[in-house]
């Protein structure tokens, strides 16, 4: 079981992806996630990236593949399948990521497309906070933590992401109409894309995605 979660910076994948990952038992994989990750412990993929990533640009096609499949084919066993977020994010991901499924005996069963207008994306972002330690995700107003400035999970002291300043924002979000954007017609293509708001109140997106989640479960053990 092999679902995707498309959309702009800041359309809640994050927070929707860990969500459904848990009640669907798949391994939530975010690309962003890993690659921040790589950067903390200092490794020499994260020095390659760090520039990249902090003017909101797509780090090359090759590294990320390599970084991500091998997560993706090392699925643990307690897992039905991956939540991927973040990755595909060009056509030549999906192809490349279509190829070692199919290669594996898997394929992707679900496409979730989370729509947001491009004026509500950087007001949402500038508001948003971030675990450096376990990856949650607050909103100053919409969803802040319960001690303000400190993580529910590890007590860790939250950050603004750098790459949520509003002219990085801006960049992420042209990089997201030229080359993520596309992805939708190739999954549509397909037969497997599905669509949802993701400019309404977190619960009842979260609600939709669980429908969709399960009913894509469903069609792939029919
Ligand atoms: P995210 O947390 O998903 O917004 O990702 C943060 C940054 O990591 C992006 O702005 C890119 O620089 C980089 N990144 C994450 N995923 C990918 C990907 N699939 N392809 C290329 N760059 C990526």
Request: aromatic residues 2%; glycine residues 10%; proline residues 7%.
């Given at each position: 079981?092999?679902?995707?979660?498309?959309?702009?910076?800041?359309?809640?994948?994050?927070?929707?992806?860990?969500?459904?990952?848990?009640?669907?038992?798949?391994?939530?994989?975010?690309?962003?996630?890993?690659?921040?990750?790589?950067?903390?412990?200092?490794?020499?993929?994260?020095?390659?990236?760090?520039?990249?990533?902090?003017?909101?640009?797509?780090?090359?096609?090759?590294?990320?593949?390599e970084v991500m499949l091998a997560r993706v084919l090392s699925l643990p066993e307690e897992f039905k399948g991956v939540l991927l977020?973040?990755?595909?994010?060009?056509?030549?991901?999906?192809?490349?990521?279509?190829?070692?499924?199919?290669?594996?005996?898997?394929?992707?069963?679900?496409?979730?497309?989370?729509?947001?207008?491009?004026?509500?994306?950087?007001?949402?972002?500038?508001?948003?906070?971030?675990?450096?330690?376990?990856?949650?995700?607050?909103?100053?107003?919409?969803?802040?933590?319960?001690?303000?400035?400190?993580?529910?999970?590890?007590?860790?002291?939250?950050?603004?992401?750098?790459?949520?300043?509003?002219?990085?924002?801006?960049?992420?979000?042209?990089?997201?109409?030229?080359?993520?954007?596309?992805?939708?017609?190739?999954?549509?293509?397909?037969?497997?894309?599905?669509?949802?708001?993701?400019?309404?109140?977190?619960?009842?997106?979260?609600?939709?995605?669980?429908?969709?989640?399960?009913?894509?479960?469903?069609?792939?053990?029919?």
């Amino acid at each position: 079981m092999n679902i995707v979660l498309l959309g702009p910076p800041g359309a809640g994948k994050g927070t929707q992806a860990q969500r459904l990952g848990r009640a669907l038992q798949l391994q939530h994989l975010s690309s962003g996630d890993v690659l921040r990750a790589e950067r903390a412990s200092g490794t020499e993929l994260g020095r390659q990236v760090a520039a990249i990533m902090d003017a909101g640009a797509l780090v090359p096609d090759p590294v990320i593949v390599e970084v991500m499949l091998a997560r993706v084919l090392s699925l643990p066993e307690e897992f039905k399948g991956v939540l991927l977020d973040g990755f595909p994010r060009t056509l030549g991901q999906a192809r490349s990521l279509d190829e070692a499924l199919e290669k594996a005996g898997r394929k992707i069963d679900g496409v979730v497309l989370l729509k947001v207008p491009d004026e509500v994306i950087v007001e949402r972002i500038s508001g948003r906070l971030s675990c450096p330690q376990c990856g949650a995700i607050y909103h100053e107003k919409v969803q802040p933590p319960r001690v303000a400035g400190k993580c529910d999970r590890d007590g860790a002291a939250l950050v603004h992401r750098p790459d949520d300043r509003p002219e990085v924002v801006r960049e992420r979000l042209a990089a997201y109409h030229q080359q993520t954007a596309p992805l939708a017609d190739y999954y549509r293509g397909r037969g497997v894309l599905a669509e949802v708001p993701g400019d309404q109140p977190i619960e009842k997106v979260e609600e939709q995605l669980l429908a969709i989640g399960q009913s894509i479960i469903k069609k792939a053990s029919s």
